[in-house]
């Protein structure tokens, strides 16, 4: 979200603009209490200005100009910073990797080294910052002073406890391995260092960042140190060792899912369906961050799905599916690093009554039949194109004139996507398959020269290929006619009962399985099936072999008009 409630003004007492903010109510809880430090560069004759500030729940500061255009300037620049600040309150925990929190800590380095490099005041005020880290770290004092450059003054607190003997002093006081100062003393400039690059992360990188922050606190104390004794303003060979920091990205669910859309080029209706999955994901958590999701996150949502009536096999083949999908391709594509669904799992059991049957012959029969006495092409057509090829409806509704065509002698149906952003299954669903001599007798062929081309089944192209294709209409148009004609046992689906029933059917006449999956457009089920081919005249002798169940003698040829 963007900041708006910013304004600047002028105080009656004051010719300086004043920078006034309110933190955003869903942001208090996080930001109050934080350090921020604003850095306004010098611009338009004014000069340089930096500052440390604790974040409460309205931000005000001068920006120590009088020029509207200045104050303008640098209102801009601190509601860019606060931006990341808030921000980051809403991301999940941050991945970190060593060389992140080196990069980060460099960040430290270089606010005191740009601070006071040019005046670096006494060599005893670096000495008596050192001297502190050293005993926070070394675990002998615990009421250290919080290290903010600027405003604490390490040199004073030292000479007041110490004396003049500093080192004797500190090493007087006994070591522990409890170290209950690091907070007070680095917490507030590792929140800085965090809310800088708006980074959240979790309690155990916190501490690792806040140990780097410490030492790049010491080295650069011994640079300035170095600078004050003997006026040493060469080459900082120190800065060199702290690399940059390049960032990190946060994504969001909806991300993870557009960069496997982008890559996988999925069909419409997997689109639709992922993008229900997702949102109910996010209405779950509560939030859309993806590296905040936790494999116990995983578990809940699971839980609740199966409480709210989905079956086992819904959750596990669509949600979790969809889940696990999506972050293995955010951690295959180096995006995230784990996948919390990964390990998560279903025991999903078939019930008894509740699997897919395939229509009897009787019921073919009659299906047949009917179809054969229609006039609309996508009822006449397609149930008859079905039976007699056991291709999905799907792929026949999808057929254009100019893929039915003749190949080495061989009428076949070129089965691919449509031309116009159309889909298959999988990369098995493209081949070819013959067409079986009843279709020729009951005029199929004359029917396609009529079309003359483009697509058979419907009219208007499909435009966008990230809307709904046509031919799902024609699919679902189908079915439910089925329905209305008598065919009603929810068991067999309406359109892949066909489907069903000629593999049956293909059994019977003694086509082998391989043959027939590769008819079909099945997948392969083992490496030497990629590699085995058939000829189009021995797929189409396979083909004709398969019986079509009929009542009664083929009709007139009927062509059927264009359907509207």
């Given at each position: ?41 010098a611009?338009?004759g ?9 974040i409460?729940?309205t ?21 860019a ?26 960040a ?54 110490f ?15 409890i ?17 800088s690059?708006?980074?959240?992360v ?44 390049t ?5 969001t ?16 209706s ?5 993008k229900?999955?997702?949102?109910s ?11 905040r ?14 409480d ?36 998560i799992?279903?025991?999903v ?17 009659r ?44 009428i ?36 396609v020269?009529?079309?003359?081309e483009?697509?058979?089944?419907y009219q ?28 009603n046992?929810?068991?067999?689906d ?6 069903h ?36 005249r ?27």
């Open positions: 979200m963007s900041i708006r409630m910013t304004y600047l003004y002028k105080r009656s007492d004051s010719g300086h603009w004043q920078f006034r903010m309110r933190v955003p109510k869903q942001h208090l809880d996080s930001a109050v209490g934080k350090l921020a430090i604003f850095d306004f560069p611009f338009r004014a000069k340089a200005h930096s500052f440390t500030y604790l409460n729940g931000i005000k500061f001068s920006v120590k100009t009088d020029d509207r255009l200045v104050a303008e300037s640098r209102d801009s620049l601190a509601r910073y606060l931006q990341k600040v808030f921000d980051s309150s809403g991301k999940g925990p941050t991945s970190l990797t060593n060389k992140d929190l080196v990069a980060l800590a460099g430290v380095y270089r606010l005191f080294k740009d601070k006071f490099e040019a005046d670096p005041g006494s060599p005893e005020k670096w000495a008596a910052l050192k001297g502190y880290n050293r005993a926070v770290r070394e675990g002998r004092i615990s009421d250290a002073p919080p290290l903010l450059p600027g405003q604490s003054d390490d040199e004073a607190a030292a000479l007041a406890r004396g003049e003997g500093l080192t004797d002093g500190i090493n007087a006081l006994p070591p522990s391995t170290k209950v100062d690091l907070e007070h003393r680095f917490g507030l400039l590792t929140n800085w260092v965090l809310l690059e708006g980074l959240n979790d309690e155990a990188t916190r501490t690792k960042l806040m140990i780097k922050v410490a030492n790049a606190s010491t080295l650069v104390a011994e640079t300035l140190k170095r600078t004050a004794a003997d006026d040493d303003y060469s080459d900082d060979l120190v800065l060199k060792r702290f690399p940059t920091f960032g990190t990205t946060h994504y669910l909806d991300d993870l899912f557009e960069r496997w859309q982008k890559d996988s080029k999925p069909s419409f997997t689109v639709t369906t992922w229900g999955v997702i949102k994901l996010k209405a779950h958590l509560g939030h859309d961050s993806a590296s999701v936790t494999s116990e996150n995983i578990v809940a949502w699971k839980d609740m799905l199966i709210r009536g989905l079956t086992a096999k819904t959750v596990s083949h669509t949600y979790l599916a969809c889940v696990k999908c999506l972050y293995n391709h955010a951690r295959d594509n180096k995006r995230l690093k784990t996948n919390p669904a990964e390990e799992k279903m025991t059991k078939r019930k008894a009554g509740t699997k897919r049957l395939p229509y009897t012959d009787e019921e073919v029969c299906l047949v039949d009917l179809a054969a006495g229609q006039r609309l092409p996508i009822r006449r057509w397609l149930p008859l194109l079905a039976a007699t090829t056991g291709a999905r409806i799907g792929e026949l509704a999808q057929l254009w004139a100019e893929r039915v065509k003749s190949v080495n002698g061989v076949v149906l070129d089965i691919q996507p449509a031309e116009d952003f159309g889909s298959l299954k999988n990369e098995g669903s493209e081949r070819p398959v013959p067409l079986h001599p009843l279709m020729i007798d009951l005029g199929f062929l004359e029917f020269k009529k079309r003359g483009g697509p058979l089944f208007k192209l499909c435009r966008d290929p990230e809307k709904k294709h046509p031919y799902k209409g024609v699919t679902n148009h189908l079915a439910k006619w089925i329905r209305t004609q008598g065919f046992d929810t068991r067999k309406p359109n892949h009962a066909l489907r029933w000629w593999k049956t059917a293909a059994s019977r006449v003694g086509i082998q399985d391989s043959m027939a999956d590769g008819i079909q457009g099945h997948s392969p089920d083992s490496v030497a099936s990629v590699y085995r081919h058939f000829d189009l021995t797929l189409a002798k396979a083909v004709a072999s398969i019986p079509i169940p009929r009542a009664e003698a083929p009709p007139d040829r009927l062509e059927g008009d264009r359907p509207s």
